[in-house]
């Protein structure tokens, strides 16, 4: 091949690639969007259905499809070792059955816009477990970051408004609500890093899928009292719309779309897109919930998402060998 065909093959390689990262982004880009909106329905949802009723059926629909898109994409392998088994149904229960009851629940409890802020603190909570597990090492940068979100958690959990002008409840319990959430939040992160071990043996389209089918019983199990009190037959046709979205576009095609994120353009700009979330939240709480946003939570909100940036960008100083 000659220099100038060399040459030339670069930069067609080069185009397309930007091409394929370009695409990448944009379908990102559709996950912010649907993550902002997910809120929102959820809040306004729970004024028919318990959180607990409503987040086991979404989960199980949401399990069903990302198995059904296993068993076709990779013909459900399921040569699988005991001990990954093992670690698959412990990261399972993790992130969603313990993180999805305490996300359900604080949102109940707190205001969507608030919740998620706090859901978007995740990378922070992730570089805390990694570097106590000796995962990575944390820097001084990303102990900095972590400082920041924390200052930030506070002044958003000041300024969460119970009520709005007309003194209608926004917010339940806005204190135990916003603590649940960050419970929630190191259930993810724990959830995150957990499966570090599993990503580099199995694909993450079943560790996701396995993860679900495996955690989605102890949900039950969590929720079944709520499930019983729950009249499902005076359910809305647009709750129902609701937990479909929940289950099969929130969760199955978002979980999707991330990993090829994470594969595409790598784990540390596809968490910036996350922080996306709340900006979009808080907008379309505003206007479509009357959610006020207070002086001290855009204050609390900036400073959160700058310490989570701070985390996210700043490099391990190391890593542990697996």
Same mark, same amino acid.
């Given at each position: 091949?000659?220099?100038?065909?060399?040459?030339?093959?670069?930069?067609?390689?080069?185009?397309?690639?930007?091409?394929?990262?370009?695409?990448?982004?944009?379908?990102?880009?559709?996950?912010?969007?649907?993550?902002?909106?997910?809120?929102?329905?959820?809040?306004?949802?729970?004024?028919?259905?318990?959180?607990?009723?409503?987040?086991?059926?979404?989960?199980?629909?949401?399990?069903?499809?990302?198995?059904?898109?296993?068993?076709?994409?990779?013909?459900?392998?399921?040569?699988?070792?005991?001990?990954?088994? !093992?670690?698959?149904?412990?990261?399972? #229960?993790?992130?969603? *059955?313990?993180?999805?009851? @305490?996300? /359900?629940? %604080? +949102?109940?409890?707190?205001?969507?816009?608030?919740?998620?802020?706090?859901?978007?603190?995740?990378?922070?909570?992730?570089?805390?477990?990694?570097?106590?597990?000796?995962?990575?090492?944390?820097?001084?940068?990303?102990?900095?970051?972590?400082?920041?979100?924390?200052?930030?958690?506070?002044?958003?959990?000041?300024?969460?408004?119970?009520?709005?002008?007309?003194?209608?409840?926004?917010?339940?319990?806005?204190?135990?609500?916003?603590?649940?959430?960050?419970?929630?939040?190191?259930?993810?992160?724990?959830?995150?890093?957990?499966?570090?071990? !599993?990503?580099?043996?199995?694909?993450? #389209?079943?560790?996701? *899928?396995?993860?679900?089918? @495996?955690? /989605?019983? %102890? +949900?039950?199990?969590?929720?079944?009292?709520?499930?019983?009190?729950?009249?499902?037959?005076?359910?809305?046709?647009?709750?129902?719309?609701?937990?479909?979205?929940?289950?099969?576009?929130?969760?199955?095609?978002?979980?999707?779309?991330?990993?090829?994120?994470?594969?595409?353009?790598?784990?540390?700009?596809?968490?910036?897109?996350?922080?996306?979330?709340?900006?979009?939240?808080?907008?379309?709480?505003?206007?479509?919930?009357?959610?006020?946003?207070?002086?001290?939570?855009?204050?609390?909100?900036?400073?959160?998402?700058?310490?989570?940036?701070?985390?996210?960008?700043?490099?391990?100083?190391?890593?542990?060998?697996?």
């Amino acid at each position: 091949m000659s220099q100038v065909a060399r040459i030339k093959r670069f930069f067609y390689n080069r185009a397309v690639s930007r091409s394929s990262e370009r695409t990448v982004e944009l379908l990102l880009l559709m996950v912010v969007g649907i993550w902002g909106t997910n809120f929102i329905l959820m809040k306004w949802v729970f004024r028919e259905i318990s959180p607990l009723a409503f987040n086991a059926v979404r989960m199980t629909i949401a399990a069903l499809a990302l198995g059904l898109v296993w068993v076709w994409r990779e013909r459900g392998s399921w040569r699988i070792s005991a001990t990954d088994w !093992l670690r698959l149904w412990g990261v399972g #229960l993790l992130g969603n *059955a313990f993180y999805q009851v @305490l996300f /359900v629940t %604080g +949102l109940d409890l707190t205001t969507s816009g608030v919740s998620s802020l706090l859901i978007s603190t995740i990378p922070v909570w992730a570089a805390l477990l990694a570097a106590l597990g000796r995962v990575e090492a944390i820097t001084s940068k990303t102990w900095l970051g972590i400082g920041i979100a924390f200052v930030g958690i506070v002044l958003v959990t000041l300024g969460t408004p119970e009520r709005d002008a007309h003194h209608r409840v926004l917010a339940k319990d806005p204190l135990m609500g916003n603590a649940l959430t960050l419970l929630a939040s190191l259930c993810w992160a724990g959830y995150t890093v957990f499966q570090k071990r !599993l990503l580099e043996r199995h694909s993450p #389209l079943r560790t996701s *899928a396995l993860g679900l089918l @495996l955690g /989605v019983p %102890g +949900l039950w199990v969590l929720a079944w009292g709520e499930v019983r009190r729950q009249d499902w037959k005076a359910l809305s046709l647009e709750a129902w719309g609701v937990i479909f979205y929940a289950g099969v576009i929130s969760i199955a095609l978002a979980y999707l779309i991330w990993s090829l994120g994470v594969q595409r353009l790598g784990a540390a700009r596809t968490a910036v897109f996350n922080n996306l979330v709340p900006v979009l939240t808080f907008a379309l709480a505003f206007f479509f919930l009357g959610e006020p946003i207070t002086p001290l939570q855009i204050v609390g909100g900036a400073v959160v998402l700058v310490g989570v940036w701070q985390t996210v960008l700043a490099p391990a100083n190391s890593q542990k060998d697996d």
